[in-house]
């Protein structure tokens, strides 16, 4: 079955870091470009970055929002990408969510893990 | 910034049609994604390239695209259909973006 698992949720106080991780199955993860979005309580989806496949170096780009704070990595060899959260804020409680990016289907989001949520709070 | 105008809420009875709009300038030269979200869940791609269903995707879901607007039908309504949707495109600089999202509920 291909699948995506987040992990690494929590509570943490305003300034403080997390790194969440995706976890790719049933599909050869170092293929596919992996995004990572969120959505805060009660609220819509908003993107926070992504990083491509190893065949086009793994390179990342992030949103405005997120940008100098956060960074995505990836690990080929154990199919597992991370997101570092540094000097988080209040402002960034949600689930994050991580995705297989689909070229054949246009750059879609094909594959949607369950969530892990971050809570930021003092 | 770009934005994506879904109305919020959209209701109708088992067996009738549902269609969700998305607006936004520049779809008629970008690509528009949807997705369904139940509470508590990960989203699920529904359909991609405007009109171009995914695998395992029922046929009652369908996408079409003019001008400016791109709708979301859903015919014959279920009601595990009550879910949100988003419809998602990327703007100028090529950065993902969503709609507000739109509410289902069959009534």
């Known amino acids: 079955e291909v699948q995506l698992v987040e992990s690494g949720g929590g509570l943490v106080q305003p300034g403080g870091s997390l790194r969440l991780s995706c976890s790719g199955s049933?599909?050869?993860?170092?293929?596919?470009?992996v995004g990572w979005f969120r959505q805060a309580p009660g609220k819509g989806l908003e993107w926070v970055g992504f990083i491509r496949s190893e065949a086009y170096g793994g390179t990342t780009d992030y949103a405005a929002s997120v940008k100098g704070r956060f960074t995505i990595s990836r690990d080929g060899s154990k199919s597992i990408a991370h997101l570092q959260m540094n000097s988080l804020k209040t402002e960034d409680t949600a689930a994050y969510y991580c995705?297989?990016?689909?070229?054949?289907?246009?750059?879609?989001?094909?594959?949607w893990g369950q969530g892990t949520m971050v809570t930021v709070s003092p | 910034s770009y934005e994506l105008t879904q109305p919020p809420s959209v209701s109708v009875s088992p067996g009738q049609t549902a269609r969700i709009s998305c607006s936004g300038d520049?779809?008629?030269?970008?690509?528009v994604f949807w997705y369904q979200q139940k509470p508590g869940q990960g989203p699920i791609l529904v359909i991609y390239k405007d009109t171009e269903r995914p695998s395992g995707i029922t046929e009652r879901f369908s996408g079409s695209s003019s001008g400016t607007t791109v709708t979301l039908t859903i015919t014959g309504v279920q009601a595990e259909d009550e879910a949100d949707y988003y419809c998602?495109?990327?703007?100028?600089?090529?950065?993902?973006?969503f709609g507000g999202g739109t509410k289902l509920t069959v009534l």
């Open positions: 995705t297989r990016v689909y070229t054949e289907y246009g750059g879609a989001f094909d594959i």
């Open positions: 049933g599909f050869v993860f170092a293929d596919y470009a």
């Open positions: 998602q495109s990327t703007d100028d600089n090529d950065d993902w973006v």
């Open positions: 520049s779809l008629p030269k970008r690509y």
